[in-house]
């Protein structure tokens, strides 16, 4: 059996209000994939106008062999993790045949979900990308016996929300402490 390695995958859920697309997002990313640091398995852009209608783009860099390949792996590995081998089996088959019919990872509950969720005026994107810069360093420590026990993303509004709250608890911490030695003091 050959063994498939895959970077590590995100998935990332993007609402867009009062959009004004130009081209901008399409180009990076071409860019970012013309670059091989990231590869997309699955797009779904949706944008519902003032009047309700909904206009929807899906896009995948995979071809049809890396897509069965693909849905073949994640089925295998979900069925695995819900019932062990014969799990896997049963998966490796459904996410093969999921990816013959072109569902690459973003199904059409997904779509309706998305479509229903979103304002008139808006519009949501969800991608999934391949993180193909990390491959090397997957397989390195994966050569070096290394094991994945927690993983997360950081971005910068998030350190700033962590920021505040940190100051938040820091500021009711020293008022604590001089409400107690006052009364202390009394």
């Known amino acids: 059996m050959v063994e498939v390695m895959y970077g590590p995958m995100q998935m990332l859920v993007i609402a867009f209000e009062d959009p004004k697309f130009h081209g901008q997002i399409r180009r990076e990313l ?11 398995i699955d797009l779904l852009f949706v944008w519902k106008d003032n009047d309700g209608n909904v206009t929807s783009l899906e896009a995948t860099q ?7 390949r693909f849905g073949a792996v994640v089925g295998g590995l979900l069925g695995f993790g819900a ?11 459904e996410g093969a ?21 979103i ?16 491959k090397q360093l997957k397989q390195s420590l994966q050569d070096s016996r290394g094991v ?39």
Do not use: C
């Open 97 to 117: 045949l999921a990816a013959a019919q072109e569902n690459y990872g973003i199904t059409e509950e997904d779509i309706l979900e998305v479509t229903d969720a």
């Open 119 to 134: 304002p008139e005026g808006t519009a949501a994107a969800i991608l999934i990308i391949e993180h193909l810069w990390a």
């Open 62 to 68: 995979l071809d049809e062999k890396e897509r069965m």
């Open 148 to 186: 994945l026990v927690s993983q997360g993303m950081l971005t910068p509004e998030l350190l700033m929300l962590v920021g505040d709250e940190l100051a938040e608890a820091v500021t009711f911490a020293e008022e604590e402490q001089k409400s107690h030695e006052a009364a202390a003091a009394v």
């Open 83 to 93: 019932g062990g081998v014969e799990g896997a089996k049963i998966g490796m088959e």
């Open 30 to 40: 071409e860019s970012v994939m013309e670059k091989g640091i990231i590869r997309l």
